[in-house]
């Protein structure tokens, strides 16, 4: 299926009706076996697949015509946006359903759920619990945690997710950059992997430029060493 990803994916940008016809003949020979090979999609595969491309198509078209074609194609991707009266009581549930599955990390310091204006969340890790230092790859032992926040992701798919990685000011700043923008990206390639709609995901490094403590101490350099996972709404559009 990595293949067929990367056929649609070139595939974006084209004409909306064009992209949806085009998908449904990649998407006829994307299926394959245990061993890799090529194999008919099954009517459920295929069903599927057409739906989504059909969805993400449709959506980029009424993006096109209010000049907001990357949002059409999202809320086409997704199934729809949330209709203004209900997004409050959808971020709602949505910060429960984190709050009681990441009890035990938020009781450990571990990771931290707020609300934030607009209906929007926030879900954040720091690099001690999710990285070691000096390092981007996930430490096996937050995988679980991962698990549950991509578990609820999932179930409350119509949000956008903007992933922020974040470092101290010990180092150069070039290198601060990187690592961050690393962090972000290895956060978001998780999520991938648990089968998150790429539309939803977007990973930026912001270095050591938007500290939430002093680096002074110890203790404040390891809460700016962290990775930030804000959760907008999709809300459709009014009037």
């Known amino acids: 299926m990595r293949n067929c990803t990367r056929r649609l994916r070139r595939l974006a ?10 998908s449904a003949v990649v998407l006829t020979g994307c299926a394959t076996d245990e061993f890799g090979n090529r194999r008919p999609l099954t009517e459920s595969e295929a069903g599927v697949a057409i739906g989504s491309a059909a969805g993400a198509a449709a959506g980029a078209l009424i993006g096109s015509r209010s000049a907001d074609a990357g949002k059409g194609a999202l809320i086409g991707a997704v199934g729809g946006a949330i209709t203004g009266g209900l997004v409050g009581s959808y971020m709602e549930r949505q910060r429960k359903d984190f709050e009681r599955v990441l ?35 996930i430490k096996p032992g937050f995988y679980s945690t991962l698990d549950k926040i991509s578990a609820v992701v999932n179930k409350y798919g119509k949000t956008r997710l903007d992933i922020a990685g974040h470092t101290d000011n010990t180092g150069a700043a070039a290198y601060n950059q990187q690592l961050s923008e690393r962090r ?6 998780y999520l991938l992997a648990e089968q998150v709609l790429p539309q939803r995901l977007r990973s ?4 050591e430029a938007r500290p939430v403590a002093s680096n002074e101490s110890e203790y404040g350099r390891t809460l700016n060493r962290r990775v930030e996972i804000t959760i907008d709404p999709i809300v459709a559009e009014t009037g």
């Not at 972000?184 to 390639?189: D, K, P, R």
């Not at 930026?204 to 270095?207: A, C, L, Q």
């Open 103 to 137: 009890a035990d990390e938020i009781a450990r310091g571990d990771i931290r759920v707020e609300e934030l204006p607009n209906d929007r969340l926030l879900v954040g890790m720091t690099s001690s619990t999710a990285f070691d230092v000096d390092s981007a790859d």
């Open 13 to 22: 940008g084209r004409p909306a009706l064009l992209l949806l016809t085009l």
């Open 204 to 207: 930026t490094g912001y270095g």
């Open 184 to 189: 972000a990206g290895a956060v978001e390639s």
